[in-house]
């Protein structure tokens, strides 16, 4: 935890300000620059940022360690998730159209986005345990 | 000099090399860090100046941020001072030598920057740009759009649909390296704790 007020005090009006641009370069990926890879280092460096200023007790209660573990199996579940949903419906792994298939255009940006939502959540989970664990939490 | 991006280039490249270096000289290992991290932002900004945007996004999020923040975590174990020895490890330059000269004599094959007729632009490159695969015809009376029916940025639609597989199983990769570090660096529970002390008192 920090003691500069400043630091505390900048650091706490950023936080989510970091939050809001993770988000919207995980959903501009499909039209911009961008997408889960990144989105999920920016919202994991913003929670980092957060245990850094406020202490690790903190963050671990706006974000417990089961909810972080969830995320992170729940990322990988969703992509997989997309492509078996266009097995069911018989069609190829991962075959976007399938949930929409009289408007196939926004049905592939939207498989896009959920697929990259995932990419998003287990990224952001992956490395806010990494640095947890590496700094030694309790729980 | 009369290429103002080429200017840039220079500029950018001999700033990281000076960056590169001072990070391996300094004992200090917070400013080594620091160095890299500096390194990798430098590295960013070129990627942007190559109008490889999304590679610049990576480099700055994951090179500069996240594994920045990583090795100062594991510099919070280990100290920040780097042990006495000696500066020169004559293997280690002579690798570094070798690689170093393979990659640049490896460049000599390479088409000019930004080349039309490189074979990267001339085969693959159009049909990703065109995007016909997995394209459906809207028909006549579907809905406008300048994107040939696919997301306009052709990076997203390469990796989350062309090599969708491969980016499903990078995912896969990063979640494997999660449930890995938890494995490893997990606190013991309270049965295992008792048998490794049991164990250790009995040796």
Same mark, same amino acid.
């Given at each position: 935890m920090s003691d500069s007020v400043v630091l505390r005090t900048i650091g706490g009006m950023l936080f989510p300000y970091i939050l809001v641009y993770g988000l919207y370069v995980q959903m501009h990926g499909e039209? &911009?620059?961008? &997408? &889960? /890879?990144?989105?999920?280092?920016?919202?994991?460096? =913003? /929670?980092?940022?957060? =245990?850094?200023? /406020?202490?690790?007790?903190?963050? !671990?209660?706006?974000l417990p360690t089961w909810l972080v573990d969830l995320a992170m199996s729940l990322g990988v579940l969703l992509y997989i998730g997309v492509g078996i949903l266009g097995l069911v419906k018989g069609r190829y792994f991962l075959d976007y159209s399938v949930l !929409?298939?009289?408007?196939? =255009?926004?049905a592939e940006a939207l498989g896009m986005t959920l697929v990259e939502a995932g990419v998003g959540l287990t990224v952001a989970s992956v490395i806010l345990t990494m640095v947890r664990k590496v700094n030694g939490e309790s729980s | 000099m009369s290429d103002p991006v080429l200017l840039i280039n220079v500029i950018l490249l001999v700033i990281a090399v000076v960056a590169a270096i001072a990070a391996m000289w300094t004992r200090d290992l917070l400013g080594a860090v620091m160095l890299m991290g500096i390194y990798s932002l430098l590295l960013a900004v070129?990627?942007?100046?190559?109008?490889?945007?999304?590679v610049s996004y990576t480099e700055a999020? $994951?090179?500069a941020g996240a594994a920045t923040i990583l090795l100062l975590t594991a510099l919070t174990r280990t100290g920040t001072r780097e042990k006495a020895g000696p500066n020169f490890h004559p293997t280690a330059l002579l690798t570094v030598i070798v690689t170093g000269a393979l990659?640049?004599?490896? @460049?000599?094959?390479?088409p000019r920057f930004g080349d039309p007729q490189a074979p990267a632009t001339v085969n693959v490159a159009? %049909?990703?740009?065109?995007?016909? $695969?997995?394209? $459906?015809?809207?028909? %006549?009376?579907?809905? %406008?759009?300048?994107?040939?029916?696919?997301v306009p940025n052709a990076v997203t639609a *390469?990796?989350?649909?062309?090599?969708?597989?491969? @980016?499903?199983? %990078? @995912?896969? *990769?990063?979640? @494997?390296?999660? $449930?890995?570090v938890i494995l490893i660096l997990r606190p013991l529970s309270p049965s295992a704790r008792r048998e490794t002390a049991q164990s250790q008192e009995g040796a």
């Open positions: 039209i &911009g620059p961008g &997408g &889960g /890879f990144q989105a999920g280092v920016l919202v994991a460096a =913003a /929670f980092i940022l957060h =245990a850094l200023l /406020f202490g690790k007790e903190l963050t !671990d209660r706006l !929409d298939p009289t408007h196939p =255009a926004p | 070129e990627w942007a100046n190559l109008f490889a945007m999304d999020a $994951v090179g990659l640049i004599y490896g @460049t000599a094959d390479m159009p %049909e990703y740009i065109a995007q016909n $695969v997995g394209k $459906v015809d809207a028909g %006549e009376d579907g809905p %406008e759009n300048d994107f040939g029916d696919h *390469v990796l989350a649909s062309y090599r969708g597989y491969d @980016t499903m199983f %990078e @995912t896969a *990769v990063i979640f @494997t390296a999660g $449930v890995c």
